[in-house]
């Protein structure tokens, strides 16, 4: 299976900030590479697809980055509504893996 | 609007059996692969089966493989997960998802992106 290895783990961070959060895999996936976003007590939410692309009604302040092993989530000012945590995913090969996630909290 | 409402989960000794089901609205369900992803407290996302379109071909992670069974009914907008043989570390919220893009966009069998998700349903498992 492909691991999907996240940093950091957690960040804290201010309303406004910019926030970049990395994935990485064990292996090349192209772009084959989605964010979700889950608050607590809440399903994952998807944000954005195919490493750079936004889900419909995401704000623009979400983008994505990245292909082969390395990809980034941006947050480019952070909301209140953002904190929760956020994982990526890969669709390359089958079954499909998680990032372990990365907690946004409140600096 | 599309929603997915779970349905099912509860409490169950190990060994035991359990069957999720989850109810499809606001989309040509029958167009869809579906999935299910369950979350352990406090822990990850953990992707467990997807099930085609139309409910010729099943795909299962490693952990339920043999135990879990994903079936679906496309007249009635459902898809199921039995669950047999439950093990303590099946306790989860298991979510139904289905898949971002139709089975005539979608490349692989297996699926790509889960959107939107259901609000899930808790499975403990526990004597």
């Known amino acids: 299976d492909i691991q999907m290895t996240q940093s950091p783990s957690s960040v804290s961070a201010s309303v406004g900030d910019r926030v970049t959060i990395t994935c990485r895999a064990s292996?090349?996936?192209?772009?084959?590479l989605a964010w979700y976003q889950q608050k607590p007590g809440k399903a994952p939410k998807l944000l954005i697809y195919s490493a750079s692309s936004v889900q419909s009604g995401v704000p623009s302040r979400f983008s994505g980055s990245g292909s082969g092993t390395a990809f980034t989530l941006t947050i480019s000012s952070l909301q209140p509504e953002d904190f929760a945590t956020y994982y990526c995913q890969q669709a390359n090969d089958f079954p499909p893996t998680f990032g372990g996630g990365t907690k946004v909290e409140i600096k | 609007q599309v929603q997915l409402v779970e349905s099912g989960g509860g409490v169950v000794q190990p060994g035991g059996s359990l069957r999720l089901s989850c109810a499809a609205s606001g989309f040509t369900f029958s167009r869809y692969p579906m999935h299910w992803v369950r979350q352990a407290p406090g822990k990850g996302l953990e992707w467990v089966a997807v099930i085609s379109y139309d409910g010729t071909k099943e795909y299962y992670a490693d952990s339920v493989m043999g135990r879990f069974t994903i079936s679906r009914d496309n007249s009635k907008n459902t898809v199921f997960l039995q669950m047999n043989s439950l093990r303590a570390e099946d306790t989860a919220s298991y979510y139904c998802?289905?898949?971002?893009?139709?089975?005539?966009?979608?490349?692989?069998?297996?699926?790509?992106?889960?959107?939107?998700w259901g609000q899930g349903t808790l499975v403990t498992v526990s004597s």
């Open positions: 998802a289905r898949n971002l893009r139709d089975a005539y966009e979608t490349s692989a069998d297996w699926g790509d992106w889960f959107d939107p």
């Open positions: 292996q090349v996936i192209s772009s084959w």
